[in-house]
């Protein structure tokens, strides 16, 4: 059998790298062959946005890398269809896999369909019920056009449901959660972030913004950025891998505004030390999806800086406030977690934590 992922996007390498694995695994233990290829559509194209991730979760490279790069979404979804529909009738794969809700995800999904290639897609299900992201748009597109879909949660099969999508859904568990539990420790053992950015263990907080809900309108990125100032003034010290859109955003419409010294604006980091940041963060401050689900899977605090979550139960948990980018909401999570940590009750429900399902999801 052939199977063909279609990636492109940093989130993407981290959830093909488990798949990657099993495969290999299957081919060594003697199963019938499995055949993998891979197509990077070139989404993400810096070295620290792919190489990296290639490199230190060890994917194979990719077959086929059809460079095309940034741009706006139809032209960049566009330029991805049009190449990922060559390869997929020069190569004829039995089966496409997706990954989660990029527009690399959307255009691998449509150019297979029209094939009449079966699709499986990877962290099917997920809704935030809020059509102006994006990545809300490309879920929905991706599973109504997919042939099976794996959930990552009971909450995913449940929104699955809801759209009559049931016949073809399947609870998985989630490929993240086998990418931490197999990384963790390898991370720890690896990874020299601490001594590279001279700071200790549970003593700061890590931030990430790149939303373009949040990142595009200078109102919300304006006041994430002065209320980033004040907790790295007031609070502990904030360290901010910084994704490439953020960056030239605030270059292009803050050009006078200066981080506080405690506030750490750092190249964006690669899995290992990403993981190790994470697992040792007194306070993890994010607009991003996978990294709201690894605090949680690690144990520590969450201030989602959205209105909504597509992983309600790392809320229903106890384990992540949703803050959007008001400065005074985001001061309150922040001290609601300070207090808790100080008198140790900042432990939150592990219960949700098999909603994930074991880690084999892969
Ligand atoms: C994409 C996904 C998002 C995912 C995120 C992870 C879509 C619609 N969004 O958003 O779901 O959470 O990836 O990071 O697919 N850029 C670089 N170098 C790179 C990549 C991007 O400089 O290697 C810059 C470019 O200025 C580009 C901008 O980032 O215009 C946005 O890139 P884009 O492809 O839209 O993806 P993300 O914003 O990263």
């Not at 990545?135 to 449940?158: C, F, Q, Y």
């Not at 390898?186 to 990430?208: C, Q």
Request: aromatic share 6%; proline share 5%.
């Amino acid at each position: 059998m052939k199977l063909l992922s279609i990636v492109g996007a940093r989130p993407q390498f981290i959830k093909v790298a488990p798949f990657a694995r099993e495969i290999a695994d299957h081919n060594k233990k003697g199963g019938a062959p499995l055949e993998h290829l891979i197509i990077h559509t070139g989404q993400h194209y810096d070295a620290g946005m792919s190489d990296i991730f290639f490199e230190e979760l060890e994917i194979p490279r990719a077959d086929f890398n059809l460079g095309v790069g940034s741009g706006r979404h139809g032209s960049q979804t566009g330029q991805m269809l049009e190449k990922i529909e060559q390869v997929l009738l020069d190569t004829r794969p039995d089966m496409v896999v997706i990954y989660g809700d990029t527009n690399s995800t959307v255009a691998g999904a449509l150019a297979a369909v029209k094939l009449h290639i079966p699709v499986a897609h990877v962290e099917a299900g997920l809704r935030s019920f809020n059509r102006r992201m994006p990545e809300e748009i490309n879920r929905i597109v991706a599973d109504h056009t997919s042939d099976i879909l794996l959930a990552p949660t009971p909450t995913a099969m449940a929104n699955l449901a809801r759209e009559g999508l049931s016949q073809k859904a399947h609870w998985t568990g989630d490929i993240m959660y086998d990418a931490v539990l197999f990384n963790r420790k390898l991370a720890s053992h690896k990874s020299e972030i601490f001594p590279r950015l001279s700071i200790s263990p549970d003593g700061y907080g890590l931030v990430t913004v790149h939303r373009a809900d949040n990142t595009d309108n200078e109102q919300r990125l304006g006041s994430l950025l002065t209320v980033f100032n004040e907790i790295a003034e007031r609070r502990m010290p904030l360290v901010f891998p910084i994704h490439p859109r953020t960056a030239k955003l605030i270059g292009e419409r803050f050009p006078t505004w200066t981080a506080h010294p405690r506030l750490r604006l750092i190249e964006p980091l690669g899995y290992l030390d990403m993981l190790c940041l994470l697992d040792h963060a007194r306070l993890v401050l994010t607009d991003s999806g996978g990294l709201q689900k690894e605090a949680f899977l690690l144990g520590r605090p969450c201030v989602t800086l959205r209105e909504e979550t597509e992983w309600v139960e790392t809320v229903e948990a106890g384990g992540n406030v949703l803050a959007g980018v008001d400065s005074a909401r985001i001061w309150q999570a922040v001290m609601e977690w300070e207090e808790r940590s100080q008198k140790g009750t900042n432990e939150f429900s592990d219960r949700l934590i098999a909603s994930f399902g074991d880690g084999r999801a892969a």
